[in-house]
């Protein structure tokens, strides 16, 4: 039982998209969804360097398209449940069907763009907690004044705040803690500090019609399955000031009996965490196209049949 998944803002690393432009076809799609967004994506995803694609609004259309892109080189694959990790939610909904793969760049756009304005009134950003008890973390970040936006299992809990308060977690680590990571991002996503971005991205999601998941669609919010189409948009929403519940995630992959998990382009980040959180399972992360014969390989193990399902 095959779980297809997509990473989160952080992945992203100067020129990663280079080789996938080199594919058949790739260069083409990615014209078409930057001419649909009004951002060069090949630009980005190939000569940027990390401090522009750190900007919140180019990162998060960014990784969409990247995580599209690798899923049709992968050809036509129906995974057996699909899940992201934050902006991945976006591209799990065009795995799933839910929204065709530029509706879904034109919601993340929008998104990118109004979380940016919101991480613009004041310096924050998120770190890594690296070791130690979930529940001590938890509280002694509640105690600096910052949040859990990320409960990413396996151990880790992302911390987000003000520059202040993620530099008091620096000097003050919960006990257990080995090392405290600052993330890649520009922003405390998924805290109170993005709520003026979710009425944005509620206004914006009234012009969509999304259609209900053809595959089981995992949410961040709670780790449970979402039948409706509606309700994954509503939550694609939502989440943009909620934490993320990964560690959720990665137990309702548990429950459906999940063997193998792929994570697509730039892959690596979820499939460490399912390494250490989902003993058994097999993983694979889509980094290069070099990865593609692999990845197909365990697709044909996984008996995971062909239909149109891999956002192309």
């Known amino acids: 039982m095959l779980v ?37 994506l090949a630009h980005y995803g190939t000569k940027a360097d990390a401090e522009e694609i750190r900007d919140t609004a180019v990162a998060q259309p960014l990784l969409v398209a990247a ?20 902006v991945g939610e976006f591209t799990a909904a065009a795995f799933a069907g ?12 929008t998104r990118g763009l109004a979380m940016a304005e919101a991480a613009a009134v004041t310096e924050t950003g998120m770190s890594a907690l690296l070791g130690g008890d979930p529940e001590v973390s938890t509280a002694h970040l509640e105690k600096l004044g910052l949040t859990a936006a990320n409960v990413n299992g ?31 991002v520009a922003g405390a996503f998924h805290t109170h500090h993005m709520a003026p971005a979710v009425a944005r991205l509620e206004e914006a999601a009234k012009a969509l019609a ?47 009996g999940v063997t193998a998990l ?12 399912a390494k250490r959180a989902l003993p058994g399972v097999k993983t694979l992360a889509l980094k290069t196209p070099d990865d593609l014969d692999a990845a197909r390989t365990l697709l044909a193990e996984t008996g995971s049949p062909a239909a149109d399902a891999a956002g192309a």
């Not at 992302?158 to 990571?181: F, H, S, Y």
């Not at 792929?262 to 965490?273: D, N, R, S, W, Y």
Request: hydrophobic share 45%; with cysteine.
């Open 262 to 273: 792929v994570e697509v382009c730039p892959g690596g980040t979820l499939t460490g965490l």
């Open 154 to 184: 396996a151990g880790q809990i992302v911390a987000a705040g003000t520059k202040e308060q993620l530099a008091a977690l620096e000097a003050d680590k919960p006990e257990g803690v080995r090392k405290v990571v600052a993330l890649k």
């Open 4 to 40: 297809l998944v997509a990473p989160g803002q952080g992945a992203q690393t100067p020129g990663f998209l280079t080789p996938w432009l080199e594919l058949p076809g790739a260069s083409d799609r990615i014209a078409a969804w930057s001419d649909a967004i009004g951002l060069d």
């Open 210 to 256: 999304p259609a209900d998941p053809k595959v089981p669609y995992v949410s961040n919010k709670d780790g449970r399955t979402v039948a409706g189409g509606d309700e994954v948009v509503s939550r694609l929403v939502g989440q943009v000031a909620n934490p993320v519940r990964w560690d959720l995630c990665m137990e309702t992959f548990k429950e459906l």
């Open 67 to 86: 995580g599209l892109l690798s899923a049709a080189a992968l050809g036509e694959v129906v995974p057996d449940a699909v899940a992201g990790h934050s």
């Open 98 to 109: 839910v929204l065709d793969p530029t509706a879904a760049l034109r919601l993340v756009r």
